[in-house]
Each structure stands twice: as C-alpha cells, then as structure tokens.
C-alpha cells in the first residue's frame, strides 16, 4: 500500500509525543524520498512541541486546515483509537484505505487496515520494520526521529528489549548524536519548571494499601499550576512522581477544563493499568495508559481505585 500509493497523509494522536510524530515524520520522510506526496498532522495543538520541532527536516508537517479531506491513502500512528485524532478523525472513514500502525494493547481496531504489535515498546520499533520493507535508506533525518520515538516510549531504554537495543545500534551508526537527541526531550526544562513542579508535587498522596496492595501515589495538576507550561513540561510530571519507593502505580491529573481531568497512568510492570485506563474509557500499554474523566477530583481518584483494584497482575 505505502509503495503504490502517490499521496499519503500520516497522522499522530493530539498532543503529539516523540513517538507518535518521530513514527509519523519517519516514514513521511521515507515516502517523501521516494517522491510521494506527503502530509503530517495531527489534531492539536497547533504547533508540535518545542522539543519536537527539530524532528521536522523536510517541512512536512503541515496544519489541520491543511490535511485533504479524503485521503488516498491515510496512516495513523501511534493511536489507540479513533477519538485521539481530534478533528482529524473524519479523515478516517473518507479516505480511500487508512491503514493503522500502532502498539498499544488496548487499540480496537478502526480504519480498513492494521499494523498493530503490543509487544513493540514503541510505534518507531513498528516503523523501522516497515522502513526495511520498502527497502528505504535509513539516513540520518529518519534515523533521529526514529531514535527520539525509541529513548522516549522505552523511558531512555530501560524498558527495551534486546531487539529494540539492536535497532538503536543501527540508528547511532546512521549518525544519529544520541546526547543531542535526547537532551531536549528528557533532560531540558526551563526555570518556571521548578516552581511548577513543586507546586503540583505538594499536593501528592501516598495511598499504600490501594492498586491491590501494591501502592497508589497521586497528584493533581489544577489549572493554577499548569496554565502558560510547555506540553514537554506538564508532561514531565508523571516521571518524577513514578519513583515513589512505596507505589507500584502512580497517577497524574491534569486539568483541561472546569471539571475535566486528563490522567496519566503508569506502573512498575506490576499491575496492568492499560485495563484500569479502559476502565475509565481509556487505554493505552500496560504500564503506561491514560483516560479523561469529568466530576471532581475525589469521585474520579475513588473511581481510579476500583478500577486498579480489579486490574490484573503481570
């Protein structure tokens, strides 16, 4: 499909992390290089991320208002369900075939074709594969954002299996400066980070008994602490909070709207939160998922924890 098709959308989920758009940018590149149209969106915000935006060598991110209506061929990355794409989603059903390529455990299944792999640590993981397919050089504009997808999704490879260090390996032969890429998405803040991050820190809770024993450590991002941050910022939350010794799971609510909390959800590969998030009306992996939730922060923290206390154990 990707080899005979002449015009090729390919979108990644709103808010856009280092996979979802190093995957999207990836393979856009790979086509672009073989002389087919190509368009990469995704349905908000936007502008991808300050720390993204380097991924973007050949320009080809292109506005909502910009994506064609009835694609010939559309690709969506990344996506664990049709809702994630925003007010891109009418893309799915007009365009003329949508192939989906992905690795959360929990994507139903839409459009009219499926590349989906839950044991991939991360969509680029899928990418790179289908990259070798096409017979597709991998030179160093694609290899950066497929290794921006990699140290992301496998939080700096501690969570990557033997292949995936292989595939890592051949990305850093490509030339990719592992430190230049990963600095910005990992190891860079500004200032105002610090008194954020405090502020959305001293409102944590330790519940030990919750997540079936295993621990449940929270915190609340109200819009007090969040409004004016960098996506990257806000997003950072979750991975401090995580190294809590006595909490298996960890969760961060962040609030987009009067009574709207958007979650993260993350374990220590002890507990399946994939199926807490569903739960929820979410999704995601199995230790990293999320949901939106509307009510107050006390009914949607209590529904949490019934969730996680039928959740399985892995």
Known sequence: MLAAASDVVLLAHVNPDADALGSALALGLALHRRGTGVHVSFGAPDRPAESLRALDADGLVVPVSAVPEAPELL???????VDRLGPLASRVDAAGATLVVDHHVSNGGFGTHFLVEPTAEATAVI???LLDALGAPL???IARCLYAGLVTDTRNFRAASARTHDMAARLLVAGVDAEAVTRPLLDTHPFSWLGMLSAVLSTATLEPDEARGLGLVWACAGSEHIEGGRQ???ESIIDV????AEAEVAMVLKQVGPARWRANLRSKGGLDVAAAAATMGGGGHYSASGFTADGRV???VEEVR???ASAPLL
Do not use: F, M, P
């Not at 909070?241 to 809590?244: P, V």
């Open 75 to 81: 690709v969506v990355l990344d996506t664990g369900s």
């Open 127 to 129: 990418v790179l594969g």
């Open 139 to 141: 030179d160093l504009a």
């Open 232 to 234: 990257e910022e806000v």
């Open 241 to 244: 909070l995580r190294t809590t």
């Open 298 to 300: 006390a009914d949607v």
């Open 306 to 308: 019934q969730a996680l």
